[in-house]
């Protein structure tokens, strides 16, 4: 039950029997000369090092030609790219019902998760890749032409930045706003 449980969040899917019983086998022979905790911990060793966990793998067929998403690895990119995060309950739920992949819900759940919080982590890896604005660290600015300048009014303009493309993203404006806008951030 505590195999199987863990596998499945950490896995970020559903877990087949025959994926649960290796691991067991694994618990079951190390069990035979170390405590109970011991013997779990190598069983869960071997989760967090397998592919499942440390990758979003891409299937293909055998053709070489890539397989359509499942509605469980469709919901593990949708919240890494927009939370840099495992996939929330509601996430796993509409998963397991194969719910997400309906255009209408797909478009709801990617307004839930830009709304949230934790879709600031998209929005500063994104600008500031996009950007280069960890640059801006490294700029000089000459005290004699801009004697009011200082190293705060740098992180101010990376987080302007920040803001006005989040507010662009979340109230689902045109990108021309990039170009040409009426308003900014102070």
């Not at 449980?5 to 694994?26: C, G, H, K, N």
């Not at 170390?34 to 499942?52: E, H, I, M, P």
């Not at 499942?70 to 739920?93: A, G, K, Q, T």
Request: proline fraction near 3%.
């Amino acid at each position: 039950e505590i195999l199987s449980s863990f596998m499945a969040r950490t896995w970020r899917r559903p877990v087949a029997e025959q994926e649960v019983d290796e691991l067991y086998s694994i618990y079951a022979d190390s069990r035979k000369t170390t405590t109970f905790v011991n013997a779990l911990k190598d069983c869960l060793v071997q989760v967090l090092v397998s592919a499942d966990f440390l990758y979003l793998v891409e299937r293909k067929d055998l053709s070489g030609k890539r397989e359509k998403l499942s509605p469980f690895e469709l919901s593990n990119r949708l919240s890494y790219f927009l939370w840099s995060s495992m996939p929330d309950e509601r996430l796993f739920e509409l998963a397991a019902k194969g719910e997400i992949a309906s255009a209408e819900i797909l478009r709801a759940e990617v307004s839930r998760m830009l709304k949230d919080e934790r879709s600031w982590n998209f929005v500063e890896q994104f600008t500031s890749q996009w950007l280069d604005l960890d640059r801006m660290n490294t700029i000089a600015v000459s005290p004699e032409i801009y004697p009011d300048f200082n190293e705060d009014l740098k992180s101010d303009m990376r987080h302007e930045t920040l803001h006005f493309f989040a507010n662009i993203i979340r109230d689902d404006m045109s990108a021309l706003n990039f170009i040409d806008s009426d308003f900014s951030f102070l």
